[in-house]
């Protein structure tokens, strides 16, 4: 059995978020500790704890990140300005959440690799 996040809480409406999108695979909301102007976190609807866990059964849901990342750019208005995915893996990768996730960051320029300074 699969282990429930913060996340899965999210998803299912026991703790509130600003939901963005929700479909039968992925779910995107704001995150609660903003980067940028926009910082959207698109989470697999299943607790996949993280990229070291996936195998070929989650390649629809993983691809489902992506599509729902380039609609909202396009909802933004930043698919031909620009925008940073970030999905980080581990401990040393910066993962507090162990439920993948994809960070949508836009909004400016946003400078080097990792996080932008918040506006
Ligand atoms: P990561 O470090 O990649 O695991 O990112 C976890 C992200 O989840 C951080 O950017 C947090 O600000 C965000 N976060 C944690 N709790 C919540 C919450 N309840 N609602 C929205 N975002 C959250």
């Not at 999108?21 to 976190?41: C, G, M, R, T, W």
């Not at 390649?59 to 909802?75: C, S």
């Amino acid at each position: 059995m699969t282990e429930e996040t913060i996340f899965s809480k999210i998803i299912n409406g026991t703790i509130p978020s600003t939901l963005i999108y929700h479909d039968d695979l992925v779910s995107a909301f704001a995150d609660i500790n903003p980067k940028a102007e926009h910082h959207i976190l698109i989470v697999t609807n299943k607790p996949i704890p993280s990229v070291s866990d996936v195998t070929a059964a989650d390649e629809p849901a993983l691809g489902r990140l992506f599509t729902v990342a380039a609609k909202l750019a396009r909802d933004f208005k930043v698919d031909q300005s620009g925008y940073r995915l970030i999905i980080n893996c581990g401990p040393d990768g910066g993962q507090e959440v162990p439920h993948i996730h994809m960070h949508f960051l836009a909004g400016g320029k946003l400078g080097g690799l990792g996080f932008p300074e918040k506006h």
